[in-house]
């Protein structure tokens, strides 16, 4: 490493420590309780869809018009809590161009989105349907969170990373409450990543992912620093029990599959 980089580093890891020093890295990071899965709790619907390369540019710009507006409309109706669109940053033929979650209140409330998707297959009108494909729909739980997202989403770029876990779920949960959720919550108190969640699929069996870990940072600036930052919060917790627990043997509990990056789609502000 040249020595202007150390010096980068070295300046990094400062700001963090710092950071961490006032806010203080809590033994057990902000997480949500488990929704009552398979019952009536809040559930959430993960989808994805890809594009012909030649049509890419055209579904995302039907995406940020009429797309999303359609999108808005139904959130507006009730139908679903919330949502979020995000549109891959780089093309890259193995990977979905597109991820889309919705938020419900309770399962059964899902119901009104298979209706939506009699009409509406993957929540596209025609028009949207002849530009891009949607090839999966899953129901999930999220279980962690941390953080609070960017009121101006326009300077948030997304990170998303899907799992196959290894191991029987209570293993695995342990292993992201002692391992990963720290490390985490130590991200979110530096700045460079404002909020993340992890979302559990209700189905895995045979399922192409069984966990989905979204993480927002700060525009291109946490990213870039993303790195840096994963070796700080890592030297922070060596010592701490439940990360050196886990940290030689993570490889054993779960397989990370490849990552991409996203610029989320909202309403145009009128």
């Given amino acids: 490493m040249s020595i202007s980089g150390k010096i980068a580093r070295l300046i990094l890891c400062l700001l963090v420590t710092s950071a961490l020093a006032v806010a203080g890295v809590p033994a057990a990071a902000q997480t949500v309780e488990k929704r009552g899965r398979a019952g009536e709790g809040e559930t959430h619907l993960v989808l994805t869809y890809k594009a012909p390369i030649e049509k890419r540019v055209a579904f995302r710009k039907y995406m940020e018009s009429s797309g999303v507006t359609q999108f808005e409309g139904w959130r507006n109706k009730g ?5 979020k669109i995000l549109f891959a940053t780089q093309v890259n033929e193995q990977l ?36 891009g494909v949607p090839k999966t729909d899953t129901y999930t739980d999220l279980v962690w969170q941390g953080g609070t ?3 101006d989403q326009s300077k948030s770029l997304y990170m998303i990373i899907p799992y196959i876990s290894l191991v029987a779920s209570e293993k695995y949960e342990d292993f992201v409450n002692k391992y990963v959720v720290p490390q985490l919550t130590g ?7 404002p909020s993340y969640a992890i979302y559990l699929n209700q189905n895995p069996t045979n399922a192409p992912w069984h966990s989905l870990l ?19 919060i ?37």
């Fill in 96 to 131: 979905p161009d597109m991820w889309v979650i919705i938020d419900f209140a309770k399962f059964s409330d899902i119901a009104k989105w298979h209706a939506i998707q009699r009409y509406y297959p993957g929540g596209l009108a025609p028009e949207g349907i002849a530009l």
């Fill in 149 to 151: 997202a960017k009121a």
């Fill in 79 to 83: 139908v679903f809590t919330g949502y």
């Fill in 234 to 270: 890592r030297g922070r917790l060596a010592n701490d029990p439940g990360y050196k627990q886990y940290s030689e043997i993570k490889t054993t509990i779960r397989k990370e599959l490849e990552p991409a990056t996203f610029e989320v789609i909202r309403p145009k502000q009128k």
């Fill in 187 to 193: 991200w979110v108190e530096s700045g460079l990543m």
């Fill in 214 to 232: 979204l993480l927002e940072y700060d525009g291109i600036r946490g990213m870039a620093l993303r790195d840096s930052l994963k070796e700080t």
